[in-house]
Structure formats: C-alpha cells, structure tokens
C-alpha cells in the first residue's frame, strides 16, 4: 500500500476511496469500468464509491453519453475537508464546557455505596493497606490485633517506613497477644524505637485504621470461626473519619504505654 493511500486513510477515507481517488489524479477522466480496472476495486462496488468522495469533494461527474469521472484538484477538493475537521475541532472543544455541568450535577446524589470498598483477601488487604499509607500526608491511626493479614514481624514495614519518612505520624493500639506474650512485648518495643507511636490495650473491639481525616479501613472478623473469612472494608466517609478518630483517642488516652506494660507483665529484656 503506497503512502499516500495510508495518508488518505489516516484523514478519513476508506481504503477503496483512497485507492480510486488516487487513480483518477492520473488523467483526466475515467469512466467507472477504467476506474475499476485502475485501481482493482470490484465493479458492483465502484459507484458507491464515486458517490461518497463526490459528497466529500474530491471526485467530479461529467455528464454525457458515457458517464465520466475526474478527480478535483487537490489544492481545491482537500479544503472543503479542512472546513468541515476545523468544524469538528471547534464543536469538541466547546464539548467539556457544555457538558460538564450535567456530570457534576450528580455528585451531590450519588449512592453512599460508592464511598465503600470490600477486601477479602490477605494480599488484597495488604496491597490497599500500604497504598493508604503511602498517600497518607499527616496521620495514620491504628486498632491491631489478631488475626493479622500481614505477618507478625519484629520491624515496621517498609511502605509504613517510607511514609514516615515524609513526616506522617503512626500511632497505633495493639492488643495483648497472651499465646506469646514476650514476643509480643519485643515487638512493641522494636516498633517504638523505629519511631512508631504505641500504646497497649488488653482488649480492642475492631480492628481499625484511620488515614488522616477520610479515610477509614476495618475489618469484619468472622466471629464463629477468627481466622478465617478475614473481610476489610474501605470507607471514605469524613464524618465517620471524625467518629472513629475521637473512639481511637478515648481508648489511647486509656492504654499502657510500652514501658507501663513491660512493669505490669514482668518483662525484661
């Protein structure tokens, strides 16, 4: 295929338009049978053809005994097109303008279903988790107790790390874990001392994240069987982001900070 049918095409001509106004830039006129044998394009088809780029401008009929075709000349044909894509442009550039305000008028009443997200999976917990963290900008508030999506290791993470970094502020809650309770302690002081806020609670009633003042992530725990069915949910909600912020504080206010609860279990390392 020459280049200049694929530049046809590119501004919107078919391939058999193409290939039959490039054979009558050859000589002066064709009839319909020459055009066809010109250009291959099926006899049955060549006058619909004709028909379209006579619309478009770029194909004139001369009447006679014997019709005949002939091709306008470039220089001419091509500027009806240019007018009518100039056309096009000013019509789509007007577009956003007028439609716009149809699209924002329905933000106000939008189902409250589309602030909640469910995650039930551990590497889909995970993967929404740390993002949150890392496009948290002041603070990330924390509920933790088991069972745990992510492993229980001895270092914060590294998307929590790399957060911190930009100055947000972790303050976290964890539950006592009793099955391994020197572990448990170790853990909380390892995460204090790489600059995580923690307090300890002998009891927590969720499992909660709160990510600065919109954004809330909890968990729905199967209560029959703890470790299985583990479901999170995603809400952006400023208003119960503001509910869950003053629950996070009533019960920070009331937890042992880490030293308090190594003197209370008689740990020492």
């Known amino acids: 295929m020459t280049e200049y049918i694929v530049k046809l095409m590119d501004v919107g001509l078919t391939e058999n338009e193409a290939k039959v106004y490039s054979c009558l ?14 250009c291959n394009v099926n006899r ?3 006058y619909s053809v004709l028909e379209s780029l006579i ?3 770029l ?8 019709r005949k075709f002939q091709a306008a000349a470039p220089e001419i044909a091509f ?18 303008e007028l439609l716009s305000p149809i699209y924002n008028s329905h933000t106000d009443n939008s189902s409250p279903l589309e602030f909640i997200e469910v995650y039930g999976t ?12 890392l496009e948290s900008k002041e603070i990330v508030l924390s509920f ?14 590294e998307e929590q790390e790399e957060s911190m970094k930009t100055g947000v502020i972790f303050k976290s809650i964890f539950e006592v874990e009793k099955d391994d309770i020197k572990f448990f302690a170790q853990r909380m002081k390892n995460f204090e001392e790489q600059g995580e806020e923690i307090k300890v609670a002998y009891h927590l009633p969720i ?8 954004t809330v992530m909890f968990s729905m725990i199967n209560q029959v069987n703890p470790d299985q069915n583990l479901t999170y949910m995603v809400v952006e909600h400023s208003d119960l982001a503001e509910t869950l912020i003053t629950t996070f504080y009533k019960y920070w206010d009331e937890a042992l900070s880490v030293d308090e609860f190594l003197t209370k279990e008689n740990i020492k390392f």
Not at 79 to 95: D, G, P, Y
């Open 122 to 133: 551990p590497s889909s917990i995970i993967k929404k988790h740390h993002t949150l963290e």
């Open 59 to 66: 194909c004139i009929e001369r009447l006679g005994k014997i």
């Open 25 to 38: 830039l050859r000589k002066r006129t064709f009839t319909a049978t020459e055009i066809s044998q010109c």
């Open 79 to 96: 500027e009806k097109l240019i007018n009518e894509q100039n056309k096009k442009l000013s019509t789509l550039n007007s577009l956003p």
């Open 144 to 157: 933790c107790k088991a069972p745990y999506a992510m492993a229980k290791d001895l270092d914060i993470h």
């Open 55 to 57: 619309n478009k401008g």
């Open 44 to 46: 049955s088809r060549i």
């Open 207 to 214: 499992k909660l994240h709160v990510f600065d003042d919109h």
